[in-house]
C-alpha cells in the first residue's frame, strides 16, 4: 500500500517555464488537495477536489491548475512559473466523513529561478 | 491575528523529557483537532486526532483539548531523539479537508 506518491521529488524550473507535479494515490479517498509551504507560513491551501470531475480554488489558487479525471490522480500545473512559486508542494487525500484526517505525500522541491 | 497560532521554536529538550507543544486559536467553531509530525524532507504523519474537548492518549504522546481557552497541547512522554522533527496542529470546524487549518508548525530537538 503506497498511500500518496508525489513525483518528481525535486525540480528547477526558469521563470516562464510550465510544468505538472503529479500526485496519485491508492486508497480510494474522494478529497484530494495540493498545499504549499514556505517557511513561518504554514500549509495553505492551493486546490482540492470532492472526486473524480469536480474541482475548486483553495487559499492561492493563482498561477495553480488542476484536474481530476480519475478517483487515483490529482495533477497540479504550474502555467508560468515565478520565482514566487519556489515552495515545497505536498498532496493529501482523506476519505470524506467523519475520522477523515488527510494523509500527506512526501512532497515536491520546486525552485524557480 | 492569525487563525491558528503555535510557538515556532526551535525547541531543545535532553532525552527523557517531558515536552508541551501548544497552538491556541480563536475559531470558537472548530471542533476537530490533528497534531502532524513532519520528519526533515518528508510529508506529515498523523499522530493524534481528536475531537472536541478532553484528552486523548496514544503510548507516549497525549493531546489536549481546553475549547474554553481555545487552547490545544501535545505532551511527548519520555522523550526520545527519534521525536526530532516539527509538529504541527491542524483544526477544522466540519471535518472537511478543505476547511483544515493548520499552524505554522514547532521544530523540536530531543539531544541524546
Known amino acids: 500500500n503506497a498511500g500518496v506518491t508525489q513525483t518528481p521529488k525535486f525540480q528547477v524550473l526558469k521563470t516562464g517555464q510550465s510544468m505538472t507535479l503529479q500526485c496519485a494515490q491508492d486508497?480510494?479517498?474522494?478529497?484530494m488537495s495540493w498545499y504549499r509551504q514556505d517557511p513561518g507560513m504554514g500549509l495553505r491551501l492551493i486546490h482540492y477536489?470532492?472526486?473524480?470531475?469536480?474541482?475548486d480554488q483553495g487559499e492561492v489558487p493563482n498561477g495553480y491548475n488542476v484536474s481530476r479525471s480519475t478517483t487515483e490522480d490529482f495533477p497540479l500545473r504550474l502555467l508560468s512559473a515565478a520565482p514566487s512559486q519556489t515552495s515545497v508542494y505536498f498532496c493529501?487525500?482523506?476519505?470524506?466523513?467523519?475520522?477523515?484526517?488527510?494523509?500527506f505525500g512526501n512532497g515536491t522541491r520546486l525552485t524557480v529561478t | 491575528q492569525k487563525e491558528v497560532e503555535q510557538d515556532p521554536g526551535p525547541l531543545s529538550v535532553p532525552e527523557g523529557a517531558i515536552v508541551s507543544l501548544n497552538c491556541t486559536y480563536s475559531n470558537s467553531a472548530f471542533q476537530y483537532f490533528m497534531w502532524y509530525r513532519q520528519y526533515s524532507r518528508k510529508g506529515p504523519e498523523l499522530l493524534m486526532y481528536t475531537y472536541s474537548s478532553g484528552n486523548k492518549e496514544d503510548g507516549r504522546f497525549t493531546a489536549q483539548v481546553d475549547k474554553s481557552s481555545k487552547y490545544i497541547s501535545l505532551f511527548i512522554r519520555d522523550s526520545q531523539p527519534s521525536d526530532s522533527a516539527t509538529y504541527l496542529c491542524?483544526?477544522?470546524?466540519?471535518?472537511?479537508?478543505?476547511?483544515?487549518?493548520f499552524g505554522p508548525g514547532t521544530r523540536l530537538s530531543v539531544l541524546p
Open positions: 486508497m480510494n479517498h474522494e478529497y
Open positions: 477536489s470532492v472526486g473524480a470531475g469536480i474541482t
Open positions: 493529501a487525500s482523506s476519505r470524506t466523513g467523519e475520522e477523515s484526517p488527510l494523509h
Open positions: 491542524a483544526m477544522s470546524a466540519d471535518n472537511y479537508g478543505q476547511n483544515f487549518v
